[in-house]
């Protein structure tokens, strides 16, 4: 048995032995499975083999998220059995699949042909599969050897560029239909990727597809009716059978499917297998209707995203037409030396086998391609970014020996080692006259507030302005209040600039910042504003970076001072309290430097985390009136109930008008949501921060930017609602004076995903540790967002490949240390493809 396999045998044999409590290896069965399944498919002998690697990686993927014990079991007795079966059928001296000339194929059997009526009857068995396809294995290639289907067609981008009308059988109804799935063109049709495939190659008959795996079934509809659940949710319900045995398909909130399926129609059925009350069930499995060529002919067929009038076989017609006319048309942008390096297909190969794959090995390595495509492109962008940045003439700054030591001595307390090891990498980026350009990340209350402060001083004292940009007027208000009482003892001129100071104010700032008087602005979006105007701007701080476009980050840099030199830019800080795992950080942000706050302050007690059933609410509103009774506040926060500001604020006014009238009428509360003006948001704070009110109803604008050191509690209502990351975020919120500090969640669901997260809250108090799990259970899309502002959209890669970003970052810069304008003549196409991929996410020229 080869490694992965024998590795893979091991590791569930102890997650057997200890129970099932997904902790055999570091990070849990899913971390193990992401770097297991390159090996293993390395390693796969045959199509059978290849199958039971991508079932393995898929049902382990879940694993995490199976309920409770007994269903784990079941998946890892499953998974050794099937282990134990492979062993037997390779025999224990199984020499290397490249070393061993496959056996002739066996002559396929007689087979009944499957009927092309439907009837109520059962579906006859699968045909047996065909003789194997010899595919060409790229990573058999010899480095001088020819790559395997260059293109035949010579590149076209012109035709490439033309709308998807030419294309035959596309007509302007069609078209505008696939715009709105995102293709104008032909080549962006080219990149319309199918979002899964039914693998005809790997069908399983119902009776022997066991609980948890993903599988494809065809097979004729027996039953079909709708009845409606006990939260009034309307449920279709299916009956499918193929002839060894049945297996019933539940659609939720889907009645029109009562009226496209019925009795004796077949079909084919791909999702996951689950049980209820014993019995085989798929819930909201994919269907259609079926069609008999790609059965006969053993095909993995193409299922695409849809649009209302456009149905999966004129969709897949289309993209045929497209895909065998275009494919090979398409310009190669990688030179030869990369694709020999990282033994890839070309393009037109890849985008050949993406779209209709000879089999699942041909799907996996055009995977592969386009997978390093996109993390090549993102890298080679960030590159050219950060030389660009670099080749921008900078601002010297050199302050005097002594210029800290006033600020140091006026601090109540002493500098962390991790606060003193950023400071000097800052500090001694501004002495240089390339701009620094760093991302400071470190947990909430790790002391950031601090650094910046630092940085502002050095940069007055070499007699340049600094400006701090956040991304709210609370957040912006609460750094003006500490950063103006830290600073102006020093002699520093401070001005606080957001949408809300009044048009006097304003024109007094404005003068002020352009003659020099004012050395320090703080502010928001209103600092960016054309009609401001900086003196000699040498250090840009900003807060928050997540919330900001490239766009708004280059209006604040460009307003650096016209000099002999030209206009420098400013240096950049950017500061971040949403942890981000350090590799994942250097990918994302691979165009800044990264200083990590690793070590929190001296004293700063760990918040005691519960977690709540709904039931429990009560014991919640007790414990907080006895902290209040101490002399202690409390926040509690409402989630957002859709992305409504209205909604969102009148959930809080009838909750606070319930709290405060029915559960703690003796106490004083206060409120504040996202439709408030923002004097009025102010007036609330300042109120709680005062004391004057004992406890603070609020919505999820108290996520940053609120520092009470009295209030020593927080519920979180709606808990599951939110992601690790936030949770983090408002638990923060506590725990910044001397006295215990506690989080109270309080779930009014209980899906797998929520329970992980609330769980995983409770273990730890560890932002980056969070971080990591927030990445692993949501994914890096939900984790930043539909879309990264100012990162390309990824469509088939993940940002938590580790190992295919690392080799792409490697070849980006090699290709960026010797021809970083992309001059050369072979990286022609190359320039042109990265302009294409980073035009909606920020300038890249």
Sequence with gaps: MQRSFKRLERVLALEAEQGYKNKAVVGGIRQFVMYWV???REEAVDEADRAFVEQTSELLLEYGRLPGVEARSKAIQS???????????LGPQQ?????????PPKPPRKQRPVAEKPTAEPTPPPPPPEPEVKVARVDELQADAPLPQDPVGEPDPEGLAQPVVQIKGVGAKIGKRLEKLGAETVGELLYLFPRRYDD????????QARYGDQVTIIGTVWEVRARHTRNNQVMVQAVVNDGTGSIQANWFNQPWLVEKLHSGMQIVLSGKVDQYLGRPVMPSPEWEAMDLEPLRTRRIVPVYPLTQGLNSNKMRDIMHTAVSIWANRVPEPLPKSIRHNQNLYSLPQALQQIHFPDNQQALHEARRRLIFDELFL?????????????SQPGLPLQAPPDALQPFYDNLPFSLTGAQQRVIAEITDDMTRDVPMNRLLQGDVGAGKTIIAAVAMVTAVRADAQAALMAPTEILAEQHFRGLSSQLEPLGITTALLTGSVSTAEKERIYAGLASGEIQVAIGTHALIQETVSFHKLGLVVIDEQHRFGVEQRGALR????ETEDGMPNPHLLVMSATPIPRTLALSLYGDLDLSILDEMPPGRQEIKTRWLQPTERERAYAFVRRQVAEGRQAYIIYPLVEESDKIDAGAAVEEHERLQNEVFPDLKLGLIHGRLRADEKEAAMRAFHAGDTNILVATSVIEVGVDVPNATIIIIEGANRFGLAQLHQFRGRVGRGAHQSYCILVADNSSTEAEERLKALEETN?????AEKDLEIRGPGEFFGRRQSGIPELKLASILDMETLQKARAEAENIFAFDPDLTQPEHQFLKERIAQFWEHAGDIS
């Design 38 to 40: 390159a090996q293993a």
């Design 79 to 89: 998974l050794l059995q099937n282990l134990k079966k492979r062993e037997t059928r």
């Design 95 to 103: 020499p290397a699949p490249r070393k061993e000339t496959p056996p």
């Design 200 to 207: 005809y190659t790997l069908m399983k008959p119902i009776n």
């Design 378 to 390: 993102l890298q080679l962008g960030m590159q050219r970014k950060r030389n660009e940045w670099r």
């Design 558 to 561: 460009s307003k650096g001072v």
């Design 766 to 770: 560890d932002g980056f540790a969070l």
